[in-house]
């Protein structure tokens, strides 16, 4: 059930006074769109992020990378000495050889840097993701993201391996400075180290919202760390006829009437950005309910977009008692009743995400895109790798996924347009044109931007397909069947991987037995008028190139369809199917980049292109908000 919406991603920072001890820190934050929430407090413009200050004295829940979840009032943030660091350091790398490579508190090395310098410092630590050292011969501590540092030579002329240095980091690995303190309700503090926290919630008072955040890095004393804000209200929001905001998502937006208010409840046909595109895309509502016998449906353009809607059609689904119903990508509906839960679930990293992802509970593993290094093919890539105890002899299952993108994949998207500036229409006119051209798009967007699904067969993984763009305002349910008889002995191992920072996984569930029974009946159109009231009736009922043309925030439709009786000791769920297709208004006044579009054709050019840029902006915010050196 979408009972929550999610308004906004957004992206936390710890501001720490380096090797300071003391608890009145604030976290600072990067927020995408939902900003009518945060009062008049200033705010920053990154990429497509907002930088805003959370307080401290927030309850808030630590999910460690083993899975174990720690809670208590955030008080601020400390930092070890350089003493006490250095003694946790070398009782961690003296617990295994492999650890050998890394170096020793007070080395003297060489550092190389992507901007071509080299200099000779002594290390202190590694923090986060940040190197931690004094300049030659200086007494000032100096931090610098790794992901500016080219090669570190030790002084017998060793370099520290950097591929295994990231991936040491990436895990509960190498001990962090900075450390967040906890308050407990009898007021004890305790202090939970920064390179073991996964992901975190706290409680947001001034909208009732609960913060999802996943720590990151450290740029100019700041530590970052992306985070998700969702609703938390006990009853869905009213209708409020909104305001365009940058970044919120794209395509049409579909409000159910809830028997007393219009809520949203499907952002439809995402990524169907040029007329050969258009497609027709199926999705559960959860909020729509009869009202005399009817249900009422009202479809928005709320982006700075023109809509072309060619057909609505709602589904009642009548199913068996304690099933779920979802759609594959193709509109195939599915009943499943013996849904299962991952026996085991890890990032890139090798954390462990089992607790976020084994159930429908609007808990998102999320990817992280902060504070990578764009000319490393691992760091630009992201995901999850899963595993489910299946039944011998099983010929087939299901694989449900509840999953829904960053509102940084939104930015990403409209950001495709806006390099294509002024010649924005002869690119659409050559991929509604040419279909080598439009099947070479639509490969690129596959690799860099959906979310791959890979199967072990035993000895190799082998593509599943993939999950199609969702948009980043609302979660969504998609089934994919498997074909058991292809995956070898054992338990079934499935890995979704993308570009690092778009996607948002909820739930991957299994169900390896027989679907429910069901019965589906499309629910006839009483009624379909825009908002001059005309009549839009023989529009939506069926895909035929006559479109309803949402070209500005102030178009909008109201349809009501009458309910079929239902079915006797069943349940009822609503599927509705939309087929369009949308075009964004793009930058007509800015210079072409096509050179830059065309390298995208490349795999991972798109992924390190939009990192770089993150990175430089972000790195460029925080020098401003940093505490001079």
């Avoid at 590694?126 to 501590?141: C, M, Q, R």
């Avoid at 919202?209 to 929001?237: E, H, R, T």
Wanted: net charge neutral; with cysteine; hydrophobic share 40%.
């Amino acid at each position: 059930m979408k009972n929550r919406l999610w308004s906004f991603l957004t992206a936390a920072a710890f501001m720490v006074v380096l090797f300071g001890q003391f608890t009145g820190c604030s976290i600072t934050g990067l927020v995408v769109g939902g900003l009518s929430d945060l009062g008049k407090s200033s705010t920053r413009t990154v990429t497509g992020w907002t930088i805003e200050s959370v307080k401290p004295g927030t309850e808030i829940s630590l999910m460690a990378k083993d899975g174990s979840v720690r809670r208590g009032v955030f008080s601020g943030m400390i930092s070890l000495t350089p003493e006490q660091y250095a003694e946790r350091y070398r009782l961690w790398r003296g617990q295994d050889p492999e650890r050998a490579f890394l170096p020793d508190p007070g080395e003297i090395l060489t550092e190389s840097t992507t901007r071509g310098t080299t200099e000779t410092i002594e290390f202190i630590a590694f923090d986060s993701n940040d190197l931690v050292f004094h300049e030659n011969g200086k007494t000032k501590i100096t931090r610098q993201a790794l992901s500016r540092v080219q090669a570190l030579k030790r002084a017998d002329g060793r370099f520290v391996d950097k591929a295994k240095l990231t991936q040491v980091l990436a895990g509960a690995g190498i001990p962090s400075l900075q450390q967040v303190r906890l308050r407990t309700p009898d007021v004890k503090y305790f202090d939970v180290p920064l390179n073991e926290i996964a992901q975190a919630e706290v409680a947001n008072r001034r909208n009732g919202a609960a913060n999802g955040f996943l720590v990151g890095l450290m740029v100019d004393g700041a530590i970052v760390a992306a985070a998700l804000i969702v609703s938390a209200m006990k009853s869905p929001a009213p209708y409020v006829a909104p305001t365009p905001v940058a970044g919120k998502g794209s395509c049409p937006f579909v409000y159910s009437f809830d028997g007393r208010d219009y809520v949203l409840d499907s952002e439809t046909f995402s990524g169907a950005v040029v007329r050969s595109a258009q497609r027709a895309d199926w999705d559960n509502l959860d909020h729509v309910k009869a009202v005399e016998g009817v249900y009422r449906l009202r479809v928005r353009n709320e982006m700075p977009e023109v809509q072309y809607i060619d057909a609505m059609k709602l589904l009642a689904v009548d199913h068996e008692h304690g099933t779920v119903v979802a759609p594959e990508f193709n509109g195939t509906l599915h009943a499943l009743k013996s849904l299962k839960n991952p026996i085991r679930a890890e990032d890139a990293a090798g954390n462990n995400v089992l607790p976020v992802i084994g159930e429908k509970d609007d808990r998102f593993w999320t990817s992280n895109p902060f504070n990578r290094d764009p000319d490393d093919p691992a760091q630009v890539r992201d995901g999850l790798t899963v595993e489910f105890q299946r039944p011998a002899g099983a010929p087939s299952g299901h694989l449900l996924f509840t999953v829904q993108n960053t509102a940084w994949a939104a930015y990403a998207e409209a950001y495709l347009s806006r390099i294509a500036g002024s010649r924005l229409c002869d690119w659409r006119a050559l991929m509604d044109a040419s279909a080598p051209a439009r099947e070479a798009y639509q490969r690129t967007v596959t690799r860099e931007a959906m979310l791959g699904l890979e199967i072990w067969n035993g000895n190799v993984w082998t593509s599943a397909g993939s999950i199609w763009f969702v948009g980043p305002s609302l979660s969504k349910d998609i089934v994919v069947p498997v074909d058991l008889s292809k995956c070898g002995p054992g338990p079934l191992r499935v890995r979704m991987e993308s570009t690092a920072g778009l996607w948002m996984i909820d739930r991957v569930q299994a169900d390896f037995g027989a679907e429910g029974a069901f019965t589906s009946a499309e629910c006839p159109l009483l009624e379909a008028k825009d908002q001059n009231g005309r009549d839009l009736r023989d529009v939506m009922r069926a895909s035929d190139k006559d479109y309803f043309v949402l070209s500005s925030s102030a178009d909008q439709a109201d349809l009501a369809f009458r309910a079929p009786a239902p079915a006797r000791t069943m349940e009822r769920s609503f599927i509705l199917m939309t087929d369009g297709y949308y075009l964004s208004n793009g930058a007509p006044q800015d210079k072409p980049q096509m050179e830059l579009l065309a390298s995208f054709n490349a795999p991972g050019a798109f992924g390190r292109h939009m990192l770089r840029m993150l990175n430089d902006e972000l790195g460029r915010a925080f020098s401003i908000a940093a505490p001079a050196k």
